[in-house]
C-alpha cells in the first residue's frame, strides 16, 4: 500500500519506518513528506529544552499523560539526545522516563540522535514533526538537550517553548547570559520541592524584568520609588513568559503549567503570532531547502576535480577564498 | 546524514534488577557507531514491542538474569511478528543454560551471549547480522 496513505489511516509501522526515512532524508521520506503536506498545520508544537538533568523527559511524560487524560488529545513525542563526536553512536535514554506512557495507543514516542550534521538536526526535526501532524497527532512535543545553536533552531519549530531549569544549577548570572532562556516562552522550574527554589525564581525574574521592562518598584535610598515604562512603549500583545513551578516525580504543578501551555496557544492566535510562527518557519524551511538544492546543483555542475584544482590553489594561498567562489560560480554559468 | 545507522534497542524483561550487563552493552553498541535505545528495567514483552515498533529498531537485544528466557523471549518474538517486524534480528544476553541456548536459536534467536561474553563478539555477531 502507498505509504502517505497508510499513515493517513493510522499505520503504527508504516509511520515509524516513515520516521527513519525521513530521518536518514531518503527520496523515499521526500516523497511522502510531499504527499502529506497538504494535511500538516493543525498540530500544536511545544518544544521542551534546557540542560541535561532539569528532568525534561519526566516533565514531559507528566505532560503527555496530562493531555491524555484531560484533553482526549492524541500526543506524539520526539525525544533528542546527543550523538558521540568521536563514533556516531548515541545512547537514548529518554524513554527509561516515560514508560508511564507505554500501552496507550494514543501515544507515540520516538527517540533520536542528534547526528551532529550541520542544520540538518532541525530540519530532520521539523520533518519529522510534519509526518506526526499529518498522521493526525494533536499534541507533538520535541525534547532537546539545551546546550546549543541546534536547540534554538528546534525552537523555533515550536508554536510554544518550554525552557526548564532546576534549583541549584546557576546563579544570576547565568540568568542573563544570552541564549536559551531568550528563546523560553514559558520558564519551568522543575524540581521545586528542591533548595534553592526561591533564588532561582528570582533570577530568572530579574532576566525577565531586564528583557521586558513594565513598571518596577525598587528601594532607592530607603525609599520606595516606582517607574513605569512609557506608554507609547507598553505593548499590549506582548507575551512575557510566566514562571511555573514543577516537581514532574510527583506530578505537581502539572496542570498549572498545561494552564499556561494554553494561554499561551490563545495569545498566539489572538495576538496574530501562531501565523507569523508558522510564516517563519516555513520560510526557514524553504530557505534550507533552496540552499541544500543550490549546493547540489553546484556539485552537479562543477566536476570534482576543478573544485579540487580550486580548493588546491586557496590552500596554497594563490588565490583568496572569495576569488574561488567567483571562479567557480563563473565557471557554472559559462 | 545519508548513511544508514544501525539502530537497536537493549530492553530489560521480567523482574530481575540487575541492568549492569543491560548498560555496559549499550555503552559498547554506542561505540561502535550503533544508535541504542534503552528503555530501562522491568518491560513486559508488550512494552519491549511496542517501543520497537516505535523507534522502527533493526535489532532488539535482551537481558534476562531471573532464568525466564524460555518463557519471555519467544513472547517478544511472537509480538514482533505480530506487528509486522520481521526483519528484526533479536539477541539475548544472561544466565542461559546451553541447552536452552539450542532451543532459543531454533526458535530465530540471532544469538545469545552468557557470562563472560565479550563486548566486541557482541558487537561483531551484531553487524554481521545486519549486513547478511
Known amino acids: 500500500m502507498n505509504t502517505s496513505q497508510a499513515i493517513l489511516d493510522g499505520d503504527r509501522l508504516a509511520l515509524a519506518r516513515l520516521l527513519t526515512q525521513v530521518e536518514n532524508n531518503s527520496p523515499a521520506g521526500r516523497a511522502a513528506l510531499i504527499e502529506l503536506f497538504p494535511y500538516t498545520g493543525q498540530a500544536h508544537l511545544i518544544g521542551v529544552t534546557g540542560a541535561p538533568g532539569t528532568g525534561k523527559s519526566s516533565l514531559v511524560n507528566q505532560l503527555a499523560q496530562h493531555y491524555r487524560k484531560v484533553d482526549d488529545k492524541r500526543v506524539a513525542i520526539v525525544a533528542v539526545d546527543p550523538s558521540s563526536p568521536f563514533t556516531g553512536g548515541a545512547v537514548l535514554g529518554d524513554r527509561v522516563r516515560m514508560r508511564d506512557l507505554s500501552g496507550d495507543s494514543g501515544v507515540f514516542i520516538r527517540s533520536m540522535a542528534s547526528r551532529g550534521s550541520l542544520g540538518g538536526l532541525a530540519q530532520a526535526t521539523a520533518n519529522m514533526a510534519q509526518v506526526f501532524d499529518a498522521a493526525g497527532f494533536d499534541i507533538i512535543i520535541v525534547e532537546t538537550v539545551g546546550a546549543g545553536q541546534s536547540e534554538v533552531d528546534i525552537a523555533r519549530l515550536a508554536h510554544t517553548t518550554l525552557v526548564v531549569e532546576a534549583p541549584g544549577l546557576g546563579d544570576d548570572i547565568q540568568a542573563i547570559k544570552a541564549g536559551i532562556l531568550e528563546i523560553a516562552d514559558i520558564l519551568v522550574i522543575n524540581k521545586a520541592d528542591r533548595p534553592g527554589v526561591e533564588s532561582a525564581e528570582k533570577a530568572l525574574k530579574s532576566m525577565l524584568e531586564l528583557a521586558h521592562p513594565t513598571e518596577r518598584v525598587f528601594k532607592h535610598h530607603g525609599a520606595y520609588m516606582s517607574v513605569s515604562v512609557p506608554k507609547e512603549h507598553a505593548n499590549p500583545n506582548l507575551w512575557i513568559p510566566p514562571i511555573q513551578r514543577t516537581v514532574s516525580t510527583e506530578g505537581k504543578g502539572i496542570v498549572e503549567l498545561a494552564g499556561a501551555i494554553a494561554r499561551h496557544v490563545e495569545h498566539l492566535r489572538q495576538s496574530g503570532d501562531w501565523a507569523a510562527r508558522e510564516r517563519t518557519r516555513l520560510e526557514a524551511e524553504l530557505e534550507a531547502l533552496i540552499r541544500d538544492s543550490l549546493m547540489n546543483r553546484f556539485r552537479e555542475d562543477v566536476p570534482q576535480k576543478q573544485y579540487e584544482e580550486v580548493l588546491e590553489q586557496v590552500i596554497q594561498r594563490r588565490v583568496s577564498p572569495w576569488e574561488a567562489v567567483k571562479v567557480l560560480l563563473n565557471g557554472r554559468l559559462k | ?132
Open chain 2, 1 to 132: 546524514m545519508t548513511e544508514k545507522k544501525i539502530r537497536v534497542l537493549v530492553a530489560k524483561p521480567g523482574l530481575d534488577g540487575h541492568d549492569r550487563g543491560a548498560k555496559v552493552v549499550a555503552r559498547a553498541l554506542r561505540d561502535a557507531g550503533m544508535e541504542v535505545i534503552y528503555t530501562g528495567l522491568r518491560q513486559t514483552p508488550e512494552m519491549i514491542a511496542e517501543a520497537a515498533l516505535q523507534e522502527d529498531v533493526d535489532v532488539v537485544g535482551l537481558s534476562i538474569l531471573s532464568g525466564a528466557h524460555m518463557a519471555l523471549t519467544p513472547r517478544i518474538m511472537e509480538l514482533l511478528r505480530a506487528n509486522g517486524q520481521t526483519h528484526v534480528k533479536v539477541f539475548l544476553g544472561g544466565i542461559i543454560p546451553d541447552e536452552d541456548m539450542l532451543r532459543l536459536k531454533e526458535m530465530g534467536v540471532a544469538g545469545v551471549f552468557g557470562p563472560g561474553a565479550s563486548t566486541e563478539d557482541i558487537i561483531r555477531d551484531v553487524q554481521t547480522a545486519m549486513a547478511g
